[in-house]
C-alpha cells in the first residue's frame, strides 16, 4: 500500500507539478457536511508571483548532428548543473525546473502569494 501511495505521489508531482501539489492537496483537505469532499481539479486557484526564466543550449542542432547518439550526455549534463543551481538561487522550495524542452529549459521561482507580497511591500516601504 504505501508503495502504491508512493508511486502516485511520484506521479502527481511529475505530472501537475509544483503548482499542482497546491491544488491537489487542497483538494483532499476538503470536506462537505463532515465527508471528504470528491475531488475536484477545477477548484478555484490562486495568484502568485514568480519568475520565470528560459535558458537553451547556443547552437544545439550543430551539436546534435556532431554529437548524434550521445546528445543526451550533454543535455543531463546541462540539467546536472542547471538543477544544481535553481536549487541553490532558489533557496529550496522556491525555485524550480519546470519543463525541459530538448535544448531548452523553463525555471520558475515562487516569490509568493499575492496577498504576503503585497504585505510585504507595504511593510518594506513604512
Known amino acids: 500500500l504505501i508503495s502504491a ?21 487542497a483538494n483532499l483537505a476538503r470536506e462537505e457536511d463532515g465527508q471528504t469532499a470528491v475531488f475536484n481539479p477545477c477548484v478555484p486557484g490562486k495568484s502568485v508571483y514568480a519568475l520565470f526564466a528560459f535558458c537553451g543550449i547556443k547552437g544545439f542542432d550543430h551539436q546534435l548532428r556532431a554529437l548524434q547518439g550521445e546528445i543526451m550526455d550533454l543535455i543531463n549534463d546541462v540539467a546536472s548543473v542547471l538543477h544544481k543551481e535553481v536549487y541553490r538561487w532558489g533557496f529550496g522550495d522556491s525555485g524550480q525546473c519546470n519543463k525541459n524542452l530538448g535544448a531548452n529549459f523553463l525555471m520558475v521561482f515562487r516569490i509568493g502569494d499575492v496577498g504576503e ?4 511591500r507595504d511593510r518594506a516601504r513604512d
Not at 501511495?5 to 491544488?23: E, M, N, P, Q, S
Not at 507580497?117 to 510585504?120: G, N, R
Request: include cysteine; charged fraction near 25%; proline fraction near 0%.
Open 5 to 25: 501511495i508512493t508511486k502516485i505521489t511520484d506521479l502527481l508531482r511529475k505530472c501537475w507539478g509544483v503548482a499542482g501539489a497546491g491544488i491537489v492537496s
Open 117 to 120: 507580497v503585497k504585505a510585504k
